[in-house]
T-cell receptor, first 116, second 116 residues
Framework: DAGVIQSPRHEVTEMGQEVTLRCKPI?????LFWYRQTMMRGLELLIY????????DSGMPEDRFSAKMPNASFSTLKIQPSEPRDSAVYFC??????????????FGEGSWLTVV | AQSVAQPEDQVNVAEGNPLTVKCTYS??????LFWYVQYPNRGLQFLLK??????LVKGSYGFEAEFNKSQTSFHLKKPSALVSDSALYFC??????????????FGKGTKLSVKP
């Protein structure tokens, strides 16, 4: 079975450029999560959606970050303009309904972003 | 507020010896607990979880974990370590009564190094 699919796997971009990360959740999962991983801060939840609706975006660092989920099989995380401190691994994850019922969250392989 | 702690940044074990990776948690109610493993340059992979029932949970790759309510711990164990078990291990907790839907809190991770 296909897992969570993310693209691009690696991206190097210049400061000020727009970055768009893409995610396809596991088919049938209706909760989707975006996490960021850095050495300094570990794993941080940026935003999550349930049935395509953003539930909690309190982890989004600032207005330069935005996320959308136009349908059940696709989500984007956009950074505009990008800055060097945005360099991190960005993970998309999905689960069958909310983890409040103990459902497991499954992660993609990550998008490794470097902003120079 | 819910929290999870992994007190060891790194655990070193000789191949064939038993291993333990420690995790303690703090929640107001009964917790949902998870372990994930991250191999270099990969996403997080689900190992096992405790929701309810038997305190000893068995998971993938021969790993198991024991839920101890009195000690608020959920240590990950394996009877005989393999070099291929070397990776970063994350403990995560979710308080089903915590009110914040879907918010899984991750520990900072423990690097497991298994030497031949």
């Amino acid at each position: 079975d296909a897992g969570v699919i993310q693209s691009p796997r690696h991206e190097v971009t210049e400061m000020g450029q727009e970055v768009t990360l893409r995610c396809k959740p596991i088919s049938g999962h209706n909760s989707l999560f975006w996490y960021r991983q850095t050495m300094m801060r570990g794993l941080e939840l940026l935003i999550y959606f349930n049935n395509n609706v953003p539930i909690d975006d309190s982890g989004m660092p600032e207005d330069r970050f935005s996320a959308k989920m136009p349908n059940a099989s696709f989500s984007t995380l956009k950074i505009q303009p990008s800055e060097p401190r945005d360099s991190a691994v960005y993970f998309c994850a999905s689960s069958l309904a909310l983890p409040s019922r103990g459902n497991t969250i499954y992660f993609g392989e990550g998008s490794w972003l470097t902003v120079v | 507020a819910q929290s999870v702690a992994q007190p060891e940044d790194q655990v070193n074990v000789a191949e064939g010896n038993p291993l333990t990776v420690k995790c303690t948690y703090s929640v107001s109610g009964n917790p949902y607990l998870f372990w994930y493993v991250q191999y270099p340059n990969r996403g997080l992979q689900f190992l096992l979880k405790y929701i309810t029932g038997d305190n000893l949970v068995k998971g993938s790759y021969g790993f198991e974990a024991e839920f101890n309510k009195s000690q608020t711990s959920f240590h990950l164990k394996k009877p005989s370590a393999l070099v291929s078990d070397s990776a970063l291990y994350f403990c995560a907790v979710r308080d089903p009564d915590g009110g914040s839907q879907g918010n899984l809190i991750f520990g900072k991770g423990t690097k497991l190094s298994v030497k031949p």
